[in-house]
Each structure stands twice: as structure tokens, then as C-alpha cells.
């Protein structure tokens, strides 16, 4: 579904008439549950979702999947749909609900096109069994979900008292104490790939000391009895990809980074080093480890953008702080690519910088953000402000960045979905001209 959407899964139900599949919707700031039962279900060739319960009077959506050739099918979609007090609102339908339709469709048409293009690239290669933590994360969500379109089997590693996915069965899973390296459920044995994601947010509140050492323990410690856990199995697996960030560089102002740059010495410096340096043992024992360097991932469903998107759309997204601090980002998509990319060529070792080629600063950001969401940004923001809102956190996080770039990914044969900046954000928020 779409990013900007804001749509929340609560229960997948199975393709088969009769099974009901729930998820919540954003209406404003309204959430609102909507039930879609399925019906009029032909196995590879269409199925219908019928709305019963959710924001629209009526709604019916036809899904037809028509075999062209081999290589090629064709998919049209019929929607009938009715808003609540047809007589009294039926007439706003084409100035509210089909533009909201049409950048649906649109985005659906792209991302399966983007997913296939992707697919394709390692289509001669074997698909692999892989296992995942941080699997219920804003990154983690979107690559299960597109390792398991690409033909992958896909399993997810959960803490303890996680609760398991909607979509997932419970076979799929394996359980254990992140902090003792125990698994209490399933078996880490037989698989080819390891994707460790998990850890607490580091821009989710400020950064007292007891946060700070959360945000260390719960990167370092389960990297590290990960790491001696599958170094012992009998059979482990051939690949471990870990995940890290561009702040494993520091503040470095204007400096053109890339991964032969020297780690900085402050807070998330050190961190990423510890993270990075976690993984050794595995190393050691003959896995394949990739550092997976994240810079600013882009999407309404979390992270920076989730946070700028309010103050954006009232025309108060003017720079911040000055607004010359270096902003590396990257979209969803490409992150998940990249990640897939990474996993599929087994050539590609050590760390990679995920961020797009084309980095901007946070006044460039401001005025892109403001064009596409068609909102002037004229009010800056100090930074002082963000000092006293946020404090330590918002300095490092939100006043200071880094030039950054995906030396060893461009080099390894990846190509950017969106490399543009403009361009990631009309696509994951709707505004596509």
C-alpha cells in the first residue's frame, strides 16, 4: 500500500472466498478500521475485496491478472465504489476520492515495476532461506515483504515477548533473548542469510544517560551473542548482514565521505564502531558480515520526514538551524534494494554506505519538500530551539550531518531507483505530476 497512506495491517487474512483481511486507515487524525472480505477468488487469474466495514459507503475492488506470454501479464484493477451520504456527497467524489485513487494506482504501477526490475537482476541466482530481525521496524516490514515477492523464504527473529506479525505464521518464526543470546523457540540452524536490523530508535526521545546506553545495548549486545550463536551452529549461515549507520563517520561538516573514510570519536561514532566490531567473531568463523551504513531514510512512515511532514504542510519548513548541515539520504525502496542487491552478490563484503549519490543540504531538503507538497517554507527554525526541545539528540541528529556517499555500492553494479531527492519524495508521498 501506499507510504503517505499511513495504513497499518491488524489481520492478513488468506486468498481464499470468505477470509477477511483488516487494517487501519488514516482519515486526518482519525484511524479508522477497515475489513476487506475477499470473494470471487480464481486462483491465478483474479480475485474481489469487498469493504465491510471502513470509511466508504460502499467499495468492491476487482483484481485481474491476464496471461499475455510467458514472460508478461497484464494486471487491471475495477474499483465501484460509494461515499457515505451518496446524495449529499457524491458530487465532491471527483475532486476528493479519484485524485487520491489515480496516485494509488500510479504508485502500485511503479513499485511492481521497481520490484520486478530488481527481481530480474538476480533471477538466474538461487532464491535463499533468510531470517530476519527488526523484522516489525519501518525497514524491516518492507523487506520481508519484498524478499518474500522475490521468491525468498523468509523467517523472522523476534525477542521474546514480541508480538508476532499479522502476516506471519507461526512457523515462520524464531525466538530468543536478544540480551542472553538464548533461543527459546525455532531453530537458527539451515539458513543461508542472517539480516540483523534490530535496536532502539535513536531519535525517539532525548538522550538521557540511561537512553544512551539503551541505544548502545541494544545494538552491541545482541550483534555480539548473534554473532557467537551462529558461529557455533551446525550449520550456520553463509552470510551475516548487520545493520549500522553513517553516523559511524561524525560530524564532519562538509568533508565528501565514503567508506575509506576514518570513524569519528563522539557518541554515534563510537557506537557504530562497537556495532560494527560485534560482529567479528562471526567473521571470524568464516561467515560473510556487511556492515549495512544507513544514512536518512526517507518515507511518511517514520523517521525524519514522518516528523518534518506536519510542520512542512502548515508552511513552517524553512531551514533548521541554518540550514548547511549535509542531509545523506535514501529512499525505502532503495534501501530495500540495496539490501537485496547486497545479499545476492556474494562478492560484496564489508561496509556499505546505503545512501543516495546525490545528497542535499537541510536548506536544499527544506525547498524540495516545500515544492512538492506545494507549501511555502518560510518560516526557518532556529537552532536554538531544537537544542532546548530536543537537547544532545537533536544537536547531533537534527544540527550537524555528513556528506556521504555509496562509493562501494555504486562500484559493486547497484543502480538508484531514485537518486534524486525530488523525485523520492513525489513517489513516497503521493505528489507524482
Same mark, same amino acid.
Given at each position: ?12 487474512? @488468506? ?23 475477499? !470473494?470471487?477468488? &480464481? ?27 510467458? +514472460? &508478461?501479464? $497484464? ?11 451518496? *446524495? ?12 487520491? *485513487? ?8 511503479? @513499485? ?6 530488481? /527481481? ?11 531470517? &530476519? ?33 499479522? +502476516? ?5 518464526? %524464531? ?19 542472517? *539480516? ?23 545494538? %552491541? ?8 550463536? /551462529?558461529?557455533?551452529? +551446525? ?34 561514532? $563510537? ?9 567479528? =567473531? ?58 537485496? !542487491? ?6 560484496? $563484503? ?17 525547498? =524540495?519538500?516545500? @515544492? ?31 556528506? =556521504? ?16 531527492? $525530488? ?11
Amino acid at each position: 500500500m501506499p507510504e503517505w497512506e499511513g495504513i497499518k495491517p491488524m489481520n492478513a487474512g @488468506r486468498l481464499v472466498n470468505d477470509d477477511e483481511t483488516v487494517f487501519k486507515v488514516g482519515l486526518g487524525p482519525i484511524r479508522m478500521k477497515w475489513i476487506a472480505k475477499h !470473494h470471487s477468488v &480464481v486462483p491465478g487469474e483474479s480475485f474481489a475485496d469487498r469493504m465491510m466495514k471502513g470509511p466508504f459507503g460502499a467499495w468492491n475492488h476487482v483484481h485481474n491478472f491476464n496471461t499475455v506470454s510467458k +514472460d &508478461v501479464t $497484464e494486471i487491471s484493477d475495477n474499483v465501484e465504489y460509494r461515499l457515505p451520504f451518496h *446524495i449529499l456527497t457524491g458530487w465532491s467524489a471527483g475532486l476528493t476520492v479519484l485524485p487520491r *485513487i489515480r496516485q494509488m494506482f500510479n504508485y502500485r504501477s511503479t @513499485r511492481v515495476t521497481n520490484d520486478i526490475r530488481q /527481481i530480474q537482476a538476480t533471477a538466474k541466482l538461487a532464491r535463499k532461506r533468510v531470517l &530476519v530481525s527488526g523484522s516489525t521496524g519501518m525497514i524491516g516490514l518492507q523487506l520481508c515483504a519484498f524478499l518474500e515477492t522475490a521468491g525468498h523464504e523468509v523467517h523472522r527473529l523476534l525477542r521474546v515477548n514480541t508480538k508476532l506479525p499479522p +502476516d506471519v505464521n507461526s512457523t515462520q518464526i %524464531v525466538r530468543w533473548n536478544d540480551l542472553t543470546g538464548e533461543v527459546v523457540e525455532g531453530d537458527m540452524n539451515g539458513f543461508d542469510t542472517i *539480516i540483523h536490523l534490530a535496536g532502539a530508535g535513536i531519535g525517539d526521545k532525548r538522550w538521557s544517560k540511561k537512553r544512551k546506553q539503551l541505544i548502545r545495548d541494544s545494538r %552491541v549486545i545482541p550483534t555480539e551473542n548473534l554473532s557467537k550463536l /551462529i558461529s557455533k551452529l +551446525d550449520k550456520p549461515p553463509k552470510t551475516l548482514m548487520c545493520g549500522s549507520a553513517i553516523g559511524f563517520y561524525g560530524e564532519r561538516g562538509t568533508e565528501v565521505l565514503d567508506e575509506s573514510s576514518s570513524p569519528g570519536n563522539e557518541f554515534l561514532a $563510537e557506537i557504530c564502531g562497537e556495532w560494527e566490531n560485534a560482529s567479528t =567473531v562471526a567473521s571470524e568463523a568464516g561467515i560473510r558480515v556487511l556492515h549495512l551504513r544507513t544514512g536518512i531514510v526517507v518515507s511518511p512512515l517514520g523517521g525524519a520526514l514522518a516528523k518534518l511532514l506536519l510542520p512542512a504542510q502548515l508552511g513552517a519548513g524553512g531551514p533548521v538551524g541554518g540550514g548547511k548541515q549535509m542531509q545523506s539520504w535514501i529512499s525505502l525502496d532503495d534501501e530495500v534494494y540495496a539490501i537485496h !542487491h547486497l545479499m545476492m552478490n556474494d562478492s560484496c $563484503e564489508g561496509a556499505y554506505n546505503l545512501t543516495a549519490p546525490n545528497t542535499v543540504n537541510q536548506k536544499q531538503f527544506a525547498r =524540495v519538500l516545500g @515544492r512538492v507538497l506545494r507549501r511555502p517554507g518560510f518560516m526557518p527554525l532556529p537552532g536554538f530551539v531544537i537544542k532546548l526541545l530536543f537537547g544532545e539528540m537533536g544537536k547531533k541528529l537534527v544540527l550537524e550531518g555528513q556528506d =556521504v556517499r555509496p562509493t562501494r555500492l555504486l562500484e559493486s553494479g547497484y543502480e538508484f531507483t531514485y537518486p534524486e531527492l $525530488e523525485m523520492c519524495l513525489r513517489n513516497c508521498l503521493g505528489k507524482m505530476k
